[in-house]
């Protein structure tokens, strides 16, 4: 167990941010990031809904100093709404979704969501991009529930 007051993984430091760690779902990826809960954010855009297979993205952004990744992902570069070129990185054996950063200046990564394993404690503060989100991806508590498998 480490010494004094901070766990090593989740719950919030002292400055209000939180350490994490993530990877993909075979394992040759992984990270330790160190991040601010309150820059959790839902992205509804076209692209995140096509790239992750999902209705929709969360993620939350970690400077590099605060990343540590071991693993190569593959990487995929496309030209954002804006205009600038995202770097999109992802694990070439199992697919995951790893981090997004710009292409020329790589100072900022956002982590996708559902690769962190405190992701249950990162209640997502915002949505983007919400005019392109698909209308029942806003209101999904009144959907039957199962605990497991669905039918
Ligand atoms: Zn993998
Ligand atoms: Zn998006």
Redesign the pocket.
């Known amino acids: 167990m480490p010494t004094g007051t901070e766990k090593r993984f989740g719950g919030q430091t002292r400055n209000g941010r939180m350490r994490i760690e993530g990877g993909c779902h075979c394992g040759r990826i992984s990270y330790d990031a160190e991040i601010n809960p309150d820059y959790v954010v839902i992205?509804?855009?076209?692209?995140?809904?096509t790239i992750s297979g999902a209705p929709y993205?969360a993620s939350v952004p970690v400077k590099t100093e605060n990343f540590k990744l071991s693993g190569q992902p593959k990487t995929y570069v496309k030209t954002a709404a804006s205009g600038n070129k995202r770097v999109l990185a992802f694990c070439a054996d199992c697919g995951s979704a790893i981090y997004s950063t710009s292409l020329e200046n790589r100072l900022v990564f956002n982590l996708r969501l559902g690769g962190v394993k405190q992701r249950a404690q990162l209640t997502p503060k915002y949505q983007?991009?919400c005019r392109s989100a698909l209308p029942w991806a806003m209101d999904i508590g009144h959907i039957p529930q199962i605990p497991d498998q669905t039918p």
């Open positions: 992205c509804h855009c076209t692209d995140c809904q993205r983007g991009w």
